[in-house]
């Protein structure tokens, strides 16, 4: 019979970003808050759907609050997030409330950035009608 031995399994060193960023996309559907580190990796993701919101109560102001608070208790718990650069996407119901829910967190807002896509040049036109 082979015998095993069961190697002892390091403890993996928890990891501390005190600064990282903040995305929220706020559509009118939904609300996605993702926190990160400096480089853009991601800590904490929660979104308006998963917090229990369903159909179009996923796009109020108060369900982008309910996801802020319960993605920024995970960053905060786990890494110990204290500073956040805020990113800001969207046009949804959600923008304001998810930076209001920040400051409730204690966590420091260093800026705030909209990076909402802008067309330029716009969708191809119709075809000319003939009469």
Do not use: W
């Amino acid at each position: 019979m082979a015998e095993t031995t069961t190697t002892p399994k390091k403890k993996k060193a928890k990891r501390t970003v005190a600064q990282g960023q903040v995305h929220v996309l706020a559509t009118f559907n939904n609300t996605i808050v993702t926190f990160t580190d400096a480089n853009g990796a991601a800590l904490a993701s929660v979104s308006a759907g998963s917090c229990g919101f369903r159909g179009s109560k996923k796009g109020t102001a108060y369900a982008a609050q309910v996801a802020t608070e319960k993605a920024g208790q995970a960053a905060k718990q786990q890494y110990g997030f204290a500073k956040a650069d805020v990113f800001i996407k969207g046009v949804g119901l959600g923008r304001d409330a998810a930076v209001r829910a920040l400051a409730g967190l204690d966590i420091q807002v260093e800026g705030i950035k909209d990076v909402t896509g802008v067309p330029h040049g716009g969708v191809r036109p119709k075809k000319a009608r003939r009469v």
